[in-house]
């Protein structure tokens, strides 16, 4: 157990609708980033927030957005969903607030399947 | 850029044998850590172990050792005494910067599928 958890574990939608991913990073940890796998782009960063403040962002779509509350739990937030969009969405927790030294704890993921 | 490289898309190695799982890499990062990942069936990313550039001794953990060779750039995973729970999918990572704050990212190689034949 890595102490990231992640809600929904699996999620099953159709194409044009909204879905919010939530993620809870580990006691401590003020640094979630999301991390997106897809059969034909393997894992893919999206987006980083440090204690509630975006720091980076990666290969993130613009109908995705996302967020870091001030208790540290985040949100990836899918809107006008498409088939393309179905994947493993993974979050991921780190004490660091710039660098990835040392390891980067993953939550099991939230299973997305647009119909 | 950075970029991972595994040109195993899959192993069939027998219990109790040694396994090493290949990892190139290029970056222009003078610094840069190098990571494994083990993704069983159920899902999760499972970190096994990590090394980092300046590192000079190879990185070990338990049954997994890291040989890396910087002139190379490999990091290459070795499992020793495998076992049937060793039987997942295997991914290799390195960090790298993404923005001038000095934030960094995990890319991620495509994956090595290992199974291990009882």
């Known amino acids: 157990d890595s102490g990231v958890t992640q809600t929904p574990k699996h999620l099953i939608t159709a194409t044009g609708q909204r879905v919010t991913l939530r993620c809870s990073p580990r006691s401590g940890d003020l640094s979630v980033y999301w991390y997106q796998q897809s059969l034909d782009q393997g894992l893919q960063f999206l987006i980083q927030y440090y204690n509630g403040e975006e720091r980076a962002k990666g290969n993130i779509l613009e109908r995705f957005s996302a967020q870091q509350f001030p208790d540290l739990h985040s949100e990836l937030n899918l809107s006008s969903l498409e088939l393309g969009d179905s994947a493993l969405y993974f979050c991921a927790s780190s004490p660091h607030p710039t660098g990835v030294t040392g390891e980067l704890f993953f939550g099991e993921g939230s299973r997305l399947t647009v119909l | 850029a950075q970029k991972i490289t595994q040109t195993q898309p899959g192993m069939f190695v027998q219990e109790k044998e040694a396994v090493t799982l290949d990892c190139t890499y290029d970056?222009?990062?003078?610094?840069?850590?190098l990571f494994w990942y083990k993704q069983p069936s159920s899902g999760e990313m499972i970190f096994l172990i990590y090394q980092g550039s300046y590192d000079e001794q190879n990185a070990t953990e338990g049954r997994y050792s890291l040989n890396f060779q910087k002139a190379r750039k490999s990091a290459n995973l070795v499992i020793s005494a495998s076992q049937l729970g060793d039987s997942a999918m295997y991914f290799c990572a390195m960090s790298g910067l993404i923005s001038n704050f000095g934030n960094e990212k995990l890319t991620f190689g495509t994956g090595t599928r290992l199974t291990i034949i009882p």
């Open positions: 970056t222009s990062d003078q610094s840069y850590g």
